[in-house]
């Protein structure tokens, strides 16, 4: 071959080498990554791109605390109940019968009229307003609850229906929901007949003095709940709201500050629910970790669940564990709570964990959580106003950094007035080392670690199954075999919707 023979297969070799090149050229990802850098210093232009990424799930949410106060007024009113003006705590009728603005306790309608008690309502019942004084943001927050509870009494169909349509409108396609669906009747059943120090002779008690029915019927109630929620969603109709795709499932919250035998009773109740209605998929232990009986018996809460994980042990758990700052407790009670939740509690998942680098040993704390694969559900806004801690003083930072997974959660969206766009805002104007492949992760991890049925759709590192390693995680065309492994598995259905968002979501970038 002459050298002008050479030369000329030489170009076409380049040319054919670049054309390549750019064909390939960057992934989707990696184009959205690049976008979302270039719009890094515009929060105005994150929020915008924040507000349609996919988000998975949210791991860690109350349904009283998700809704907001403006609703709630509206299902008191319609309830036809009273609010003391001075405190703004919801009575029962009969209400006085004016609303003129000295009546002490008109009926919460009168509010419409009175912007003046409107406001105040809303302010009272949320964390709208709230500035440092007399009050600390973690009493205003806690006392909001009892405030507005009876705007939520019969009206968990219409909360469910919220809480849905919040999360569609967040690009959430999962919730797990903490929710105490019997209305605290096991805790009840466990003061009637008292405690036992043999775990095992009360359990037996309990089951054979009613718990049985009450599991029944709280399923069943919860049937008429979800009717009611799809009725108000109009799901199944032309009008269907967005709020009807997303897939709910519940977490028994177990009211963690009553006397120790409505707690057994409420922890053994969530065991025996989790096993008989899937609908239910673990539970929790909530109410201020700081009060005075969730201190004093921690350690006896770890050896109830320790005692009845070994009689469950298929059933999730996840807890609440260093939602604690210095000066809200001794020094001693900042010491040992996530350790033990994790190690006698038998948590995979770790509520807040704001108080991980007060443990002994931190840091081989942190690589046993990494070791383990217990994931701890980050909630940035509810961690500032119930304990002010933010920014670098925030764990999120070292619990990346030590490879623990996490996930951005909104605990109480409703009383917060915060929702999931707006915590991952707030994680990305933060943290300027978390980028849009951060963002994706954590999404991803929300699914990977939540406790719906079935085997993950992931190997490892987010790298498909051998049944799906070929078709492309999200693809339109689905192989058999990855077909066959999908309808095995209602975790891995939700995580292979995700990615097909994902997709979507990058084909604009």
């Known amino acids: 071959m002459g050298p002008v023979a050479r030369s000329a297969v030489l170009l076409i070799i380049a040319w054919l080498a670049g054309s390549a090149s750019a064909q390939s050229g960057p992934s989707a990802e990696q184009r959205t990554a690049r976008h979302f850098e270039s719009i890094r210093r515009q929060p105005s232009l994150q929020l915008a791109f924040l507000r349609d990424m996919p988000k998975g799930g949210d791991l860690h949410i109350h349904l009283s605390g998700a809704l907001y106060a403006e609703n709630l007024i509206d299902y008191a009113a319609s309830d036809n109940l009273c609010v003391d003006r001075t405190t703004s705590i919801l009575i029962a009728p009969p209400c006085n019968d004016s609303c003129e603005k000295y009546t002490s306790k008109p009926a919460i309608r009168c509010a419409y009229g009175d912007h003046v008690l409107y406001n105040s309502i809303v302010d009272a019942w949320s964390m709208r307003n709230w500035r440092p004084g007399e009050e600390s943001g973690h009493d205003h927050f806690f006392a909001t609850f009892d405030k507005f509870s009876l705007a939520t009494r019969n009206r968990s169909g219409d909360a469910l229906a919220e809480a849905a349509s919040r999360a569609a409108e967040d690009h959430l396609q999962y919730l797990e929901l903490m929710y105490t669906a019997d209305s605290v009747q096991s805790g009840q059943l466990g003061a009637k007949l008292g405690w036992d120090d043999d775990f095992t ?15 029944a019927t709280t399923s069943k109630r919860l049937d008429e709940d979800e009717g009611k929620m799809r009725s108000v969603l109009k799901c199944e109709t032309v009008e269907a709201n967005p709020g009807c795709a997303v897939k709910i499932r519940y977490l028994y919250q177990v009211l963690r500050g009553l006397p120790r035998e409505m707690v057994f009773a409420e922890i053994l109740f969530g065991f025996e629910l989790a096993q008989t209605d899937p609908r239910f998929v673990g539970l929790n232990l909530v109410q201020p970790e700081d009060w005075y009986v969730p201190m004093h018996d921690f350690e006896l809460h770890m050896t109830m669940l320790d005692y009845l994980h070994g009689v469950y042990p298929k059933v999730h758990i996840s807890l609440h564990a260093g939602e604690l700052v210095i000066g809200l407790v001794p020094p001693e009670g900042l010491r040992f709570h996530v350790r033990e939740s994790v190690e006698r509690g038998h948590a995979e998942r770790i509520g807040h964990g704001v108080d991980v680098m007060n443990e002994d040993r931190p840091i081989d704390l942190l690589r046993e959580m990494a070791r383990r694969n217990v994931l701890v559900e980050i909630c940035l806004t509810s961690n500032d106003v119930i304990l002010g801690v933010k920014g670098d003083a925030h764990p999120l930072p070292i619990y990346l950094r030590y490879g623990v997974p996490v996930a951005l959660a909104t605990d109480d969206e409703g009383v917060s007035r915060s929702d999931m766009i707006h915590e991952y805002l707030r994680a990305v104007q933060t943290y300027d ?26 190997a490892s590192d987010f790298r498909p199954v051998a049944a799906c390693t070929d078709d492309g995680a999200g693809s339109r065309k689905v192989s058999a075999a990855c077909q066959k492994f999908l309808d095995g598995s209602e975790r891995a259905q939700m995580q292979w919707k995700l990615e097909e968002e994902f997709a979507v979501f990058e084909k604009k970038f």
């Open 201 to 215: 002779r009360m359990r037996e008690k309990l089951l054979t003095g009613g718990l049985k029915e009450i599991v």
């Open 433 to 458: 080392f978390l980028g849009y492949k951060d963002l994706k992760r954590m999404a991803r991890m929300s699914l990977e670690h939540s406790f719906l049925a079935g085997s993950s759709l992931w």
